[in-house]
């Protein structure tokens, strides 16, 4: 049972372009969570969802950011005309319930 | 949201066994105290859970006071691997996701 994957695991984007972040689950997982980390900082949530619903977006920028968790295929966050300060490492996690959050290893994203 | 509070970081020498103590106030009754741990360029990894008392795994004790405001990790004989930076996130009940704070940097020192 493969973990969390999330691709690319480095991303490079000039300013304007769009991002997109793809997380994959663990198998039989249906909670999906996104985090977003700064250097030296600790993780900010995102967004939460569950299959083809946004739970919780509290976390989310009100512009440029969204999410989505189709019911086949990996969910994905998007950053639309991306700035420097969107540079981060994104993490992606996944859970069969509330319980035990399992984390991939996180999309680098640059902005230049 | 309730958050909570633990040192910024810590030194150990190798085979010392490590205390970080995290404040939970505001903690709310179906709350759980989790722990991860996270590496450079990693994601966090679980480490250990709990509600109240002790809990022990292969890993790590977790203990938790009668009035859970604060828990205390406790790795026993650490190795320079366990350097890493350690975050006492709690998971709510209901719909609510893991908050987390900055976490305790733990450097372990040959």
């Given at each position: 049972n493969a973990g969390v994957m999330q691709n690319p695991r480095h991303l490079v984007r000039r300013r304007g372009q769009e991002a997109r972040l793809r997380c994959s689950p663990m198998k039989g997982h249906s909670h999906v969570y996104w985090y977003r980390q700064l250097p030296e900082e600790g993780l900010k949530f995102m967004v939460y969802l569950q299959k083809e619903n946004i739970?919780?977006?509290?976390?989310?920028?009100?512009?440029r950011f969204s999410a989505e968790f189709p019911k086949e295929g990996p969910s994905i966050l998007r950053i639309q005309q991306?700035?420097?300060?969107?540079s981060a490492a994104y993490f992606c996690a996944s859970s069969p319930s509330q319980d035990g959050y399992t984390f991939g290893s996180g999309t680098r994203l640059t902005v230049v | 949201l309730a958050k909570t509070t633990q040192p910024i970081s810590m030194d150990s020498y190798e085979g010392q066994e490590v205390n970080i103590t995290c404040s939970h106030n505001n903690?709310?009754?179906n709350d759980y105290i989790t722990w991860y741990q996270q590496f450079p360029s990693q994601g966090p990894r679980f480490i250990i859970q709990g509600y109240k008392t002790k809990v022990t795994n292969e890993v790590a004790s977790l203990f938790i006071p009668a009035d859970r405001k604060s828990s205390t990790l406790s790795l026993p004989?650490?190795?320079?691997?366990?350097t890493a930076v350690y975050y006492c996130p709690r998971l709510p009940s209901g719909n609510t996701p893991l908050v987390f704070g900055k976490g305790t940097r733990l450097s372990v020192i040959a």
């Open positions: 739970i919780d977006e509290s976390g989310m920028p009100k512009e991306v700035v420097r300060g969107d | 903690i709310a009754t004989r650490v190795s320079l691997s366990d």
